[in-house]
T-cell receptor, first 111, second 114 residues
Protein backbone atom coordinates (compact mmCIF):
# COMPACT_ATOMS: atom_id res chain seq x y z
CA UNK A 1 0.00 0.00 0.00
CA UNK A 2 0.86 3.68 -0.01
CA UNK A 3 1.22 6.19 2.82
CA UNK A 4 1.86 9.85 2.09
CA UNK A 5 2.47 12.59 4.67
CA UNK A 6 2.61 16.34 4.20
CA UNK A 7 1.95 19.26 6.55
CA UNK A 8 -1.64 20.38 6.79
CA UNK A 9 -1.08 24.13 6.66
CA UNK A 10 1.73 26.61 6.07
CA UNK A 11 1.92 30.40 6.02
CA UNK A 12 4.51 32.50 4.22
CA UNK A 13 5.05 36.12 3.23
CA UNK A 14 4.76 37.56 -0.24
CA UNK A 15 8.15 37.58 -1.95
CA UNK A 16 9.57 34.89 0.32
CA UNK A 17 10.55 31.26 -0.36
CA UNK A 18 8.62 28.32 1.05
CA UNK A 19 9.38 24.60 1.03
CA UNK A 20 6.57 22.06 1.28
CA UNK A 21 7.72 18.59 2.28
CA UNK A 22 6.23 15.22 1.42
CA UNK A 23 7.28 11.83 2.73
CA UNK A 24 5.97 8.58 1.39
CA UNK A 25 6.05 4.85 1.97
CA UNK A 26 5.10 2.85 -1.04
CA UNK A 27 5.37 -0.39 -2.92
CA UNK A 28 6.08 -0.16 -6.62
CA UNK A 29 7.13 3.52 -6.84
CA UNK A 30 6.86 4.94 -10.33
CA UNK A 31 7.16 8.69 -9.87
CA UNK A 32 5.95 11.56 -7.71
CA UNK A 33 3.71 14.43 -8.77
CA UNK A 34 2.89 17.81 -7.30
CA UNK A 35 -0.44 19.46 -8.04
CA UNK A 36 -1.80 22.88 -7.13
CA UNK A 37 -5.47 23.23 -6.23
CA UNK A 38 -7.18 26.56 -5.62
CA UNK A 39 -10.33 26.42 -3.55
CA UNK A 40 -13.25 25.12 -5.56
CA UNK A 41 -11.12 24.36 -8.61
CA UNK A 42 -9.51 21.35 -10.25
CA UNK A 43 -6.00 20.23 -9.29
CA UNK A 44 -3.50 21.44 -11.88
CA UNK A 45 -0.21 19.72 -12.64
CA UNK A 46 2.96 21.41 -11.36
CA UNK A 47 5.81 18.92 -11.52
CA UNK A 48 6.91 15.32 -11.88
CA UNK A 49 9.98 13.55 -10.49
CA UNK A 50 10.95 9.95 -11.11
CA UNK A 51 14.74 10.19 -10.68
CA UNK A 52 16.59 11.65 -7.70
CA UNK A 53 17.39 15.32 -7.87
CA UNK A 54 15.92 18.72 -8.48
CA UNK A 55 13.57 19.70 -11.30
CA UNK A 56 13.24 23.43 -11.83
CA UNK A 57 10.35 25.09 -13.62
CA UNK A 58 10.29 28.85 -13.25
CA UNK A 59 9.46 29.88 -9.68
CA UNK A 60 8.66 26.28 -8.74
CA UNK A 61 11.15 23.47 -8.14
CA UNK A 62 10.64 19.92 -6.96
CA UNK A 63 13.14 17.57 -5.37
CA UNK A 64 13.08 13.80 -4.96
CA UNK A 65 15.12 11.34 -2.90
CA UNK A 66 13.87 7.82 -3.58
CA UNK A 67 16.12 6.23 -0.95
CA UNK A 68 14.62 8.49 1.74
CA UNK A 69 11.06 8.43 0.43
CA UNK A 70 11.11 12.21 0.44
CA UNK A 71 10.19 15.06 -1.84
CA UNK A 72 9.75 18.78 -1.50
CA UNK A 73 8.18 21.53 -3.55
CA UNK A 74 10.01 24.85 -3.43
CA UNK A 75 8.15 28.03 -4.29
CA UNK A 76 10.22 31.18 -4.81
CA UNK A 77 9.19 34.86 -4.99
CA UNK A 78 5.82 34.03 -3.51
CA UNK A 79 2.79 35.83 -4.87
CA UNK A 80 -0.67 36.18 -3.37
CA UNK A 81 -2.05 33.97 -6.14
CA UNK A 82 0.11 31.10 -4.84
CA UNK A 83 -2.29 30.73 -1.90
CA UNK A 84 -3.71 27.27 -2.59
CA UNK A 85 -3.49 23.65 -1.55
CA UNK A 86 -0.48 21.71 -2.80
CA UNK A 87 -1.03 18.00 -3.30
CA UNK A 88 1.73 15.40 -3.29
CA UNK A 89 0.86 12.22 -5.21
CA UNK A 90 2.78 9.01 -5.76
CA UNK A 91 2.37 6.93 -8.90
CA UNK A 92 2.44 3.18 -8.56
CA UNK A 93 3.40 0.64 -11.19
CA UNK A 94 0.64 -0.98 -13.16
CA UNK A 95 -1.40 -0.78 -16.32
CA UNK A 96 -2.75 2.71 -15.69
CA UNK A 97 -1.01 5.48 -13.83
CA UNK A 98 -2.67 4.99 -10.46
CA UNK A 99 -2.01 7.98 -8.18
CA UNK A 100 -2.25 8.00 -4.41
CA UNK A 101 -2.61 11.49 -2.97
CA UNK A 102 -1.61 13.04 0.32
CA UNK A 103 -4.10 15.21 2.18
CA UNK A 104 -2.56 18.36 0.73
CA UNK A 105 -0.83 21.36 2.27
CA UNK A 106 -2.85 24.55 2.43
CA UNK A 107 -0.50 27.48 1.83
CA UNK A 108 -1.54 30.97 2.85
CA UNK A 109 0.54 33.82 1.41
CA UNK A 110 0.31 37.02 3.43
CA UNK A 111 1.44 40.60 2.82
CA UNK B 1 -8.72 25.17 -19.46
CA UNK B 2 -7.36 21.65 -19.04
CA UNK B 3 -9.31 19.92 -21.80
CA UNK B 4 -11.41 17.90 -19.35
CA UNK B 5 -14.99 19.02 -18.79
CA UNK B 6 -17.53 17.83 -16.25
CA UNK B 7 -21.27 18.34 -15.95
CA UNK B 8 -23.09 19.29 -13.91
CA UNK B 9 -20.85 21.49 -11.82
CA UNK B 10 -23.22 21.36 -8.86
CA UNK B 11 -25.83 18.76 -7.95
CA UNK B 12 -28.25 18.42 -5.07
CA UNK B 13 -30.11 15.13 -4.81
CA UNK B 14 -32.22 13.20 -2.36
CA UNK B 15 -31.31 9.75 -1.18
CA UNK B 16 -33.91 8.13 -3.43
CA UNK B 17 -32.91 9.97 -6.61
CA UNK B 18 -30.94 8.63 -9.57
CA UNK B 19 -28.55 10.96 -11.31
CA UNK B 20 -25.48 10.75 -13.54
CA UNK B 21 -22.25 12.70 -13.67
CA UNK B 22 -20.61 13.21 -17.04
CA UNK B 23 -16.97 13.71 -17.96
CA UNK B 24 -15.51 14.41 -21.39
CA UNK B 25 -11.87 14.77 -22.35
CA UNK B 26 -10.56 16.43 -25.50
CA UNK B 27 -6.89 15.49 -25.04
CA UNK B 28 -6.69 12.22 -26.96
CA UNK B 29 -6.05 10.25 -23.78
CA UNK B 30 -6.91 6.58 -23.35
CA UNK B 31 -7.27 6.32 -19.57
CA UNK B 32 -9.92 8.00 -17.42
CA UNK B 33 -10.44 8.18 -13.67
CA UNK B 34 -13.05 9.06 -11.05
CA UNK B 35 -11.90 10.53 -7.74
CA UNK B 36 -13.81 11.58 -4.63
CA UNK B 37 -12.58 14.58 -2.64
CA UNK B 38 -14.05 15.11 0.82
CA UNK B 39 -13.13 17.86 3.24
CA UNK B 40 -9.79 17.31 4.99
CA UNK B 41 -9.28 13.94 3.31
CA UNK B 42 -6.97 12.95 0.47
CA UNK B 43 -8.26 12.55 -3.03
CA UNK B 44 -9.62 9.00 -3.15
CA UNK B 45 -9.36 7.03 -6.36
CA UNK B 46 -12.67 5.35 -7.17
CA UNK B 47 -12.43 3.87 -10.65
CA UNK B 48 -9.89 3.63 -13.47
CA UNK B 49 -10.69 2.89 -17.09
CA UNK B 50 -7.94 2.08 -19.56
CA UNK B 51 -8.84 1.62 -23.22
CA UNK B 52 -12.49 1.59 -22.14
CA UNK B 53 -12.01 -1.35 -19.78
CA UNK B 54 -12.34 -0.96 -16.04
CA UNK B 55 -8.96 -1.81 -14.54
CA UNK B 56 -9.49 -0.58 -11.01
CA UNK B 57 -12.38 -0.50 -8.58
CA UNK B 58 -11.25 0.71 -5.19
CA UNK B 59 -13.90 -1.02 -3.07
CA UNK B 60 -16.49 1.53 -4.05
CA UNK B 61 -20.09 0.86 -2.92
CA UNK B 62 -22.41 -0.43 -5.64
CA UNK B 63 -24.55 2.70 -5.41
CA UNK B 64 -21.82 4.24 -7.61
CA UNK B 65 -21.77 2.73 -11.10
CA UNK B 66 -19.24 3.91 -13.71
CA UNK B 67 -19.63 3.68 -17.46
CA UNK B 68 -17.05 4.36 -20.17
CA UNK B 69 -18.68 4.10 -23.62
CA UNK B 70 -15.57 5.36 -25.44
CA UNK B 71 -12.15 6.79 -24.65
CA UNK B 72 -13.46 10.36 -24.52
CA UNK B 73 -16.45 9.94 -22.23
CA UNK B 74 -16.90 8.72 -18.68
CA UNK B 75 -20.05 8.60 -16.59
CA UNK B 76 -20.74 8.00 -12.93
CA UNK B 77 -24.28 6.81 -12.29
CA UNK B 78 -25.58 7.51 -8.80
CA UNK B 79 -28.52 5.88 -7.01
CA UNK B 80 -29.74 5.66 -3.41
CA UNK B 81 -26.82 7.72 -2.15
CA UNK B 82 -26.17 8.55 1.48
CA UNK B 83 -25.45 11.98 3.01
CA UNK B 84 -21.81 10.94 3.58
CA UNK B 85 -21.44 10.68 -0.20
CA UNK B 86 -21.59 14.47 -0.38
CA UNK B 87 -18.23 15.53 -1.82
CA UNK B 88 -16.45 16.91 -4.85
CA UNK B 89 -16.24 14.29 -7.60
CA UNK B 90 -13.32 14.80 -9.93
CA UNK B 91 -12.69 13.21 -13.29
CA UNK B 92 -9.20 12.93 -14.76
CA UNK B 93 -7.59 11.55 -17.89
CA UNK B 94 -4.12 10.54 -19.04
CA UNK B 95 -2.21 8.52 -21.55
CA UNK B 96 -1.82 4.96 -20.37
CA UNK B 97 1.64 4.14 -21.64
CA UNK B 98 5.21 4.85 -20.69
CA UNK B 99 6.35 6.54 -17.54
CA UNK B 100 5.18 9.72 -15.96
CA UNK B 101 1.96 10.18 -17.89
CA UNK B 102 0.33 13.13 -16.20
CA UNK B 103 -3.30 13.10 -15.14
CA UNK B 104 -5.33 16.15 -16.08
CA UNK B 105 -8.36 16.95 -13.98
CA UNK B 106 -11.75 18.36 -14.75
CA UNK B 107 -13.33 21.09 -12.58
CA UNK B 108 -15.38 18.58 -10.61
CA UNK B 109 -19.01 18.15 -9.65
CA UNK B 110 -19.94 19.38 -6.18
CA UNK B 111 -22.52 16.88 -4.92
CA UNK B 112 -24.80 17.39 -1.95
CA UNK B 113 -26.98 14.48 -0.82
CA UNK B 114 -29.88 15.42 1.39
Amino acid sequence: GQNIDQPTEMTATEGAIVQINCTYQTSGFNGLFWYQQHAGEAPTFLSYNVLDGLEEKGRFSSFLSRSKGYSYLLLKELQMKDSASYLCAVRSTGTASKLTFGTGTRLQVTL
Amino acid sequence: ETGVTQTPRHLVMGMTNKKSLKCEQHLGHNAMYWYKQSAKKPLELMFVYSLEERVENNSVPSRFSPECPNSSHLFLHLHTLQPEDSALYLCASSHDRGLGETQYFGPGTRLLVL
